[in-house]
């Protein structure tokens, strides 16, 4: 009886006791396996903050690139923009400077061709002046009186009055050489002026002096007919 009894204690101390080895051992190991997990839980932390910097980074500069294609692309409408718009405002300023240019031409070649003509008027008055009262029909007159004073039998008064159409007739050669000369001058001068200075004012200066010369030459033929 008394063994039995032993028997079974021991055999449930036994029991027991590897019981409690398992329980120990499991203690230990879920002991191991908390550390385990703290240790996963700390790597994961450490690696997710890394990870969140990352993305935050990577974000930062994804940020960046947009807004500076952004702003690029922007200003690169802005100079296309403001380019065209420089074209056709030079466009618009060639195209209003050819119109003034065009008027300023056509006015200069009018008033041009305005004066050459009042000259040219001037001139063939001064050419009519000298034929009607200087050559033309001082040379009938004189010739007149020379066949007149023939038929008197007058040598010596002849040959005077022949000197003196001589004289006269001289005068008035270089009087149409003078005026011939002066049309022609004034009108190459003219000429070279209007080649000169085409889109010019017309020199006012030129114009007063050729009127003086005018005026002088004619009254210095309207005085030689009027002593004549």
Request: aromatic residues 6%.
């Amino acid at each position: 009886m008394d063994n039995t009894v032993l028997n079974y204690y021991e055999s449930k101390i036994e029991e027991n006791s590897t019981k409690c080895k398992l329980i120990q051992h499991l203690q230990e190991e879920n002991k191991s396996l908390i550390e385990l997990v703290n240790f996963q839980q700390k790597v994961i932390s450490c690696i997710m903050s890394i990870y969140r910097q990352q993305v935050i980074k990577l974000l930062a500069y994804a940020n960046i690139k947009i807004e500076d294609k952004y702003n690029e692309q922007y200003k690169d409408t802005i100079m296309s923009q403001a380019k065209r718009i420089d074209e056709m405002l030079q466009v618009m300023k060639n195209a209003i400077s050819t119109e003034h240019d065009n008027e300023d031409i056509r006015l200069n070649v009018e008033e041009e061709l305005y004066r050459l003509n009042v000259e040219n008027r001037g001139l063939r008055e001064l050419l009519n002046i000298a034929y009607e009262y200087g050559s033309i029909q001082k040379e009938n007159e004189q010739e007149k009186v020379s066949e007149g004073e023939s038929e008197d039998g007058s040598g010596n008064e002849k040959r005077n009055e022949n000197i003196n159409r001589n004289v006269s007739e001289n005068e008035n050669k270089n009087n149409l050489e003078l005026l011939q000369n002066l049309e022609s001058n004034e009108t190459d001068k003219y000429k070279r002026h209007e080649n000169e200075q085409f889109n010019d004012q017309v020199d006012e200066a030129v114009i007063n002096q050729t009127v003086k010369n005018i005026t002088k030459f004619r009254k210095k033929l309207l005085q030689r007919n009027y002593t004549h």
